[in-house]
C-alpha cells in the first residue's frame, strides 16, 4: 500500500475509534454517557443562544463595513504603501477582512485566485494569511460573549497587534521563500 492510502485508511478510522474510546472509558468509570450527552448537548444550546447577539453585532458591523465603501477608500487609501513596499494590493484586503471575517476574506481570496490564478506571489500571500491568521473580533465577540467578560480594554488592540504581526511575517516569508 501506499502511504497515501494508509493514511486514507487511517483517517477514517479516527473519528469512529475515538467514540468508541469515550464510549468505554466513560462506561469503564462508570458515568451516565447519554445523560451526560444530553446535559453537554443542552448546556451549549444555552451558550449559543448567550453569544448570538454578538455574533449577529460583528456580522452586522462587518457588512455594514464592505457596504458603505470603507473597506474600498482604505484599501486605495494604502495601495500606494503596498505598491512602494513592492507588495501586491490586493493583499489589503486579506489583510483587512480576516480579523473580521473569515468568510469575508475567503471571498476576496476567490476573487484574487480568479484574476490573479492560483501560482501568483498574490495568491500565496494570502493563502499564508488565511491559514495563519485569526478572524479576531468573531472570537472575541464568542469568548468573551460567552463567559460575560465586558472589559476587553488591553485584549483588543493586543489581538490587533499580534493579527498585524501575523500578517507581515506571513508576507515576508512568502516573498523570501519565492
Known amino acids: 500500500m501506499k502511504m497515501v492510502e494508509i493514511i486514507n485508511y487511517f483517517s477514517k478510522l479516527v473519528i469512529p475509534l475515538f467514540i468508541l474510546f469515550v464510549v468505554l472509558y466513560g462506561y469503564k468509570s462508570k458515568v451516565k454517557l447519554y445523560?451526560?450527552?444530553v446535559s453537554?448537548?443542552?448546556?451549549?444550546?444555552?451558550i449559543s443562544l448567550r453569544v448570538l447577539p454578538y455574533i449577529v453585532a460583528i456580522l452586522i458591523a462587518v457588512k455594514g463595513f464592505q457596504a458603505s465603501g470603507a473597506f474600498d477608500l482604505l484599501k486605495k487609501g494604502?495601495?500606494?504603501?503596498?505598491?512602494?513596499l513592492n507588495i501586491p494590493a490586493e493583499i489589503f484586503g486579506i489583510a483587512l477582512l480576516k480579523p473580521l471575517s473569515n468568510s469575508a476574506a475567503v471571498g476576496?481570496?476567490?476573487?484574487?485566485?480568479?484574476?490573479s490564478g492560483a501560482d501568483s506571489l498574490v495568491a500565496k500571500?494570502?493563502?499564508?494569511?488565511?491559514?495563519?491568521?485569526?478572524?479576531?473580533?468573531y472570537v472575541l465577540a464568542v469568548y468573551l460573549g460567552s463567559v460575560g467578560i465586558k472589559k476587553s480594554k488591553y485584549l483588543v488592540p493586543v489581538c490587533i497587534i499580534s493579527d498585524l504581526i501575523g500578517i507581515i511575517i506571513a508576507i515576508f516569508v512568502v516573498k523570501i521563500l519565492l
Open 35 to 37: 445523560e451526560s450527552f
Open 78 to 84: 494604502f495601495s500606494s504603501l503596498f505598491t512602494f
Open 108 to 115: 476576496v481570496f476567490v476573487d484574487i485566485l480568479k484574476t
Open 125 to 137: 500571500i494570502s493563502a499564508v494569511i488565511l491559514g495563519s491568521a485569526e478572524t479576531t473580533f
Open 40 to 46: 453537554g448537548a443542552k448546556e451549549g444550546f444555552e
